[in-house]
């Protein structure tokens, strides 16, 4: 897919994005129009996305956006999914993302297969993605698994919380619906959530240890859905440690194992 095809598929998203979009990563949904210059931000990462990704010569990534500003604790990107290359039925080829979105600040989610104009054309809060290329032999297993539409959607959990616990099964937040569905890729006998987080923690995945207070945390709750802290030990949440699945750890972890490259930075000028 050359840049002015995939201009020319966005003019019809643009019509669609002229409100929030109706699943976000997280975040709520109050009637936002799109600016001009957000949506020609929005395809410009898209673009440069695409054409570093083709120059990558990967077949499946692990591609991430920055949707939310939590330099507060010290993370640079909030969103994860998987993007993988597809042929077009016209000699080429497109990338499509596979990701989780939560149902517009409610705690319900579901699986979305967008072309990268839509995976970024939702508002981020800063017009950077970072990708992560894993092995060749990691990703011959992620295509197999990403192309069946049954085991992808084999480990999603409906029930989310942004914050959810990393190693509990209550809830399901968008980058632990990654991994863990990166884990049964790799290990096709894994059948539940249970077995995929035994996998990662055999293989020393740490998740991000986020300090929130316990006034923090009942703001959270208090005024949003998609926020829920009951998952978690209770030593730990009065303990203001809450373990859950971020971008960052998820990046280097896979360094750190030898399972993928470091991860690579797309900015805009």
Not at 105 to 116: D, E, H, K, M, V
Request: net charge positive; charged share 20%.
């Amino acid at each position: 897919m050359n840049s002015s095809t995939l201009r020319s598929i966005a003019i019809a998203l643009v019509i669609g994005f002229c409100c929030a979009s109706s699943a976000q990563a997280g975040r709520s949904c109050e009637p936002k129009k799109a600016s001009v210059q957000s949506t020609q931000q929005g395809l410009a990462l898209a673009e440069k996305t695409m054409a570093t990704l083709n120059a990558s010569q990967a077949e499946v990534v692990l591609l991430a956006r920055a949707g939310q500003d939590l330099s507060k604790y010290g993370l640079r990107y909030s969103h994860l999914g998987f993007a993988y290359r597809q042929p077009d039925g016209k000699g080429g080829h497109a990338w499509r993302v596979v990701h989780k979105l939560n149902q517009c600040g409610t705690a319900i989610s579901s699986l979305y297969r967008q072309g990268l104009a839509e995976f970024f054309l939702d508002d981020p809060w800063r017009y950077e993605a970072a990708y992560v290329v894993p092995s060749r032999a990691v990703q011959q297993q992620l295509l197999t698994l990403l192309q069946d539409q049954g085991a992808t959607v084999r480990l999603h959990h409906r029930p989310y919380s942004i914050v959810s616990y990393a190693w509990g099964t209550r809830y399901q937040q968008s980058n632990q619906w990654v991994i863990e569905t990166l884990a049964r890729a790799l290990a096709p006998d894994i059948d539940s959530r249970e077995q995929a987080q035994a996998w990662l923690m055999l293989r020393d995945y740490r998740p991000t240890i986020l300090h929130l207070g316990a006034f923090t945390r009942l703001g959270g709750r208090m005024s949003a859905a998609n926020v829920s802290f009951d998952d978690h030990p209770p030593e730990k949440r009065f303990s203001d440690r809450i373990e859950t699945v971020t971008v960052d750890s998820v990046f280097y972890w896979l360094d750190r194992t030898g399972m993928g490259a470091r991860a690579v930075a797309v900015t805009l000028p």
